[in-house]
């Protein structure tokens, strides 16, 4: 998917809503686990009911990982099940050496056709440019994470001052543009959303922490939104796990909904 079509999208649902997909077996309600694939039929059921209000979805793989050859089946379900016109997020946080970072994309792009695919920058270039071939697909890449421990590193700060997340902002420009790179930002921290929408004022944020995790998205947008919104904010639990009873995926449309609401009126205050 292309930026102007990504964007679209945003314009025709007047929404930045990011649907993330973690599917729990100890979570999902009790009634699916009757049927022959249970995470499907739950994702399946989130995705029919969220779709109107949500402009990304984001399965994370490691709940599809951890199930076996089983999970990777029911992931590739999930990634052919999700509407084409809405954009799709292997969040995989994949890092390693060249050869194998062009396998991991692949993996993602050619074999399970996803739009994007998220990337730890540790090991630096030629561990980001493999994902970056690929005609319109993304690479989102860690910058500035919302968990406890980001601090061990993240904001550690060299000689002159600056802080770990800016270099790889800065570096990471030279590899990729706008137009296939993206950035995640947790929503923890307003006021370090507009520090990094300045060091990349043009690029799209990934943005998780909204809702259960305590993130504003007032916040997000004032200081993240950019002339094309630029902002794809995420939730999952709060959506997914609304209800634990039969009636779990028209709760989730629920949540999803009030969550639109609230995009479109920032959409209309901030562009």
């Known amino acids: 998917m292309t930026r102007s079509e990504l964007f679209s999208q945003i314009q025709q649902k007047s929404s930045f809503l990011c649907v ?70 292997a969040d995989a946080k994949r ?5 194998t970072s062009k396998l991991y994309a692949k993996a993602f792009f050619e074999s399970m056709n996803f ?54 902002l800065e570096k990471s420009q030279e590899w990729g543009s706008p137009e296939n790179l993206m950035y995640v930002v947790g929503a923890t921290r307003g006021e370090l959303i507009g520090k990094v929408r300045v060091l990349a004022p043009d690029h799209f944020f990934l943005v998780p922490g909204v809702g259960v995790q305590g993130g504003s998205l007032s916040e997000v947008a004032q200081f993240g939104m950019n002339s094309s919104c630029g902002l794809l904010v995420n939730s999952s639990r709060g959506i997914i796990y609304a209800s634990s009873e039969k009636d779990f995926a028209q709760a989730a449309r629920r949540e999803a909904e009030k969550l639109q609401l609230e995009m479109k009126d920032l959409l209309e205050k901030y562009l």
């Open 20 to 89: 993330g997909l973690d599917p729990d077996l100890e979570k999902i309600p009790r009634h699916l686990l009757s049927e022959p694939d249970p995470i499907f039929s739950f994702c399946k059921a989130i995705i029919e009911e969220t779709a109107d209000f949500a402009v990304a979805y984001k399965p994370n793989i490691a709940f599809f990982e951890a199930l076996g050859a089983k999970g990777w089946e029911t992931l590739a379900k999930v990634a052919e099940f999700i509407p084409k016109d809405i954009f799709t997020i």
């Open 95 to 99: 890092g390693d050496i060249g050869n």
């Open 115 to 168: 739009d994007s695919v998220t990337v730890a920058p540790y090991m630096g270039k030629d561990s980001v440019s493999p994902f970056l071939e690929f005609d319109n697909k993304w690479v989102i890449l860690l910058a500035l994470t919302s968990n406890p421990g980001s601090m061990d590193f993240q904001l550690i700060e060299d000689k002159a001052g600056k802080p770990l997340y800016q270099s790889v």
